[in-house]
């Protein structure tokens, strides 16, 4: 038996899933974080900076293109957000949506799966430009300069989960084909 031949019975559950299953999973991770975040997140007196969960899936889905059904997620987790956090309805379904446009349009226009340097700056740069979204629609909602240290160590929290947890946000489009169809 040659070196090929085993790789290809050593395929993953993962490697074989489609979209749909890829989805679903990535959206109950989202779902499990985004409730047990709903609890007080503290460790022996520690502020734990919570993860924006959301994020992950509007950065990982959006490499594979837009399609309707992550979009339907996105506002949904975006709708929740806002509930818990007391944002004005709408705020984080927009920002999930613009972080997953924007991640559509990085995947489109370069070969990210391919590019390990766009594979490492562009969910930095999206993550950047969400922080300052929910940042700037903090502080305007509340009509003064919110504290943007816990906002960050927030977004560092949620960069840093999801470099390690990127592939779990990957709906499996290779490298080529077209975007969408999800």
Known sequence: MNTSSLKRKRKTLWS???????????AAIIAIVGVLGMTP??????????PFAALWGAIGWGRAGLSLRPMMLLVI?????DIVSNAPLGCFAMINL??????????????????????VVGPVV?????????????????????????????????????????????LGRRPGESPGGS
């Open 16 to 26: 074989q899933a489609g979209p749909t299953p890829r989805l679903i999973f990535g």
């Open 41 to 50: 997140k503290a460790l022996f007196g520690i502020p734990l900076a919570w």
């Open 77 to 81: 987790f975006g709708l929740m957000q």
């Open 98 to 119: 613009l972080i997953y446009g924007m991640s559509a349009g990085i995947a489109d226009q370069t070969d990210g799966m391919r590019d390990p340097l766009v594979a």
């Open 126 to 170: 999206l993550l950047v430009v969400a922080f300052l979204l929910v940042w700037g629609f903090a502080s305007i909602t509340s009509e003064h300069l919110v504290r943007s240290w816990p906002l960050l160590a927030s977004f560092i929290t949620t960069g840093l989960v999801y470099a390690f947890a990127a592939r779990m946000y990957d």
